[in-house]
């Protein structure tokens, strides 16, 4: 045998040797970087599952709210007044046979967050949404600003109502927010139900999380 065989061979094995030990350093990187990727998918699946009992929970709670007082509209995915009420044309004055169903309403909804207090974290936004009808039988319609005013000054009359009935939500576990959105608002009434619009919409929302109260 030819006796350069034996330095080719053995330069042949010494580079295979590189290569096997650069393959092993290469399959040990990928194999630590691939536990570490399934520890954080672990713990992401972890927190998807953990928000995911929050929010049944959540959808479970809101179910106390369908009663004699509100009812869930579907089409607009919210729950609403089920003795729902009408503005006069250009006023923010709520009638007064309205009076006392808004009031028990209130009541009803103010039980039935308080029950909820302390349990998975869970926090309320209560919007109450005036809105405006765009025509009014033969009466000019208002400009934007206008209505956005007077849209705020019917939110705000349900507030007052209900704060000058006792009615006082817990300001930590539930946010009030008087809103006014004139001609906008989403599941609007339309054509001949645009009258309809002479009314507050009452939204209530869940917030998921966790929360510390401010020094």
């Known amino acids: 045998m030819d006796d350069k065989f034996w330095p080719s061979y053995s330069d042949l094995m010494t580079s295979l040797f590189f290569i096997v030990i650069i393959l092993f350093v290469i399959y040990f990187i990928l194999s630590q970087k691939y536990k570490h990727e399934v520890s954080i998918t672990n713990d992401s699946l972890a927190t998807l599952v953990d928000k995911y009992k929050k ?84 009466t000019e319609q208002l400009t934007d600003s206008k209505a956005k005013q007077l849209s705020f000054e019917r939110g705000a009359a349900v507030y007052n109502l209900w704060r000058g009935r006792g009615i006082n939500f817990d300001e930590y576990l539930c946010e009030v927010i008087i809103a006014g959105s004139g001609y906008g608002g989403l599941c609007r009434y339309e054509d001949s139900k645009e009258g309809d619009n002479k009314r507050v919409v009452i939204h209530i929302i869940p917030k998921v999380g966790e929360f510390k109260i401010e020094q």
Do not use: H, M
């Open 55 to 138: 929010i049944t929970g959540v959808e479970n709670s809101l179910k106390n709210l369908e009663n004699e007082y509100f009812y869930y509209n579907s089409d607009c995915k919210r729950y609403e007044l089920v003795q729902n009420f009408i503005f006069p044309p250009g006023q923010a004055i709520i009638p007064s046979d309205a009076e006392q169903d808004l009031v028990n309403a209130g009541k009803n909804l103010k039980s039935i967050i308080d029950s909820l207090k302390g349990k998975d974290s869970i926090r309320y936004t209560l919007i109450l949404e005036g809105r405006v009808a765009k025509k009014w039988d033969g």
